[in-house]
């Protein structure tokens, strides 16, 4: 079996700090890593749309979606189903709202986090990608999915 996922993401920074969620117990393969906020869309949403409402449902932040900062794609096999991972990453800018965390979801916490403090948590890929991204890293954007 074959799958295609496509997902969005918010790269949101604030006082020279970007915020990530990290992964629930939920997620298995990568349970206690940390990502961008966001996640796949519903069928017929648009990407930009998708990453207002998943930000929103992840941190309770209210956002608009921005530029697209960059488009990552990853293909694995779990059980013996092929996965292709599209995920893009918008620019995004907090509207309002306050940080709460994701209760039963793919997520359970989120924080911010200088460029510094990234480099010791275990990250899927596209949050390295992001990191790059905002903090200007390349040497981070080439570290590998776990």
């Given at each position: 079996m074959k799958r295609t996922r496509i997902s969005a993401y918010g790269l949101l920074k604030k006082d020279n700090k970007i915020l990530l969620c990290r992964l629930s117990q939920r997620v298995m393969k990568s349970a206690g890593h940390w990502t961008l906020p966001g996640g796949g869309l519903d069928f017929g949403e648009s990407p930009d749309a998708a990453v207002?409402?998943?930000?929103?449902?992840?941190t309770g932040l209210v956002v608009r979606s921005g530029d697209v900062a960059a488009v990552d794609s990853l293909s694995d096999e779990v059980d013996g189903t092929k996965y292709h991972s599209i995920r893009i990453l918008y620019d995004a800018t907090i509207v309002s709202g306050e940080l709460v965390f994701e209760q039963h979801g793919t997520t359970d916490r989120c924080e911010w986090f200088t460029e510094k403090e990234t480099q010791s948590l275990p990250l899927v890929g596209h949050a390295q990608l992001g990191i790059a991204k905002v903090f200007g890293n390349n040497n981070l954007a080439t570290r590998h999915e776990k």
């Open positions: 207002e409402r998943e930000v929103l449902e992840e």
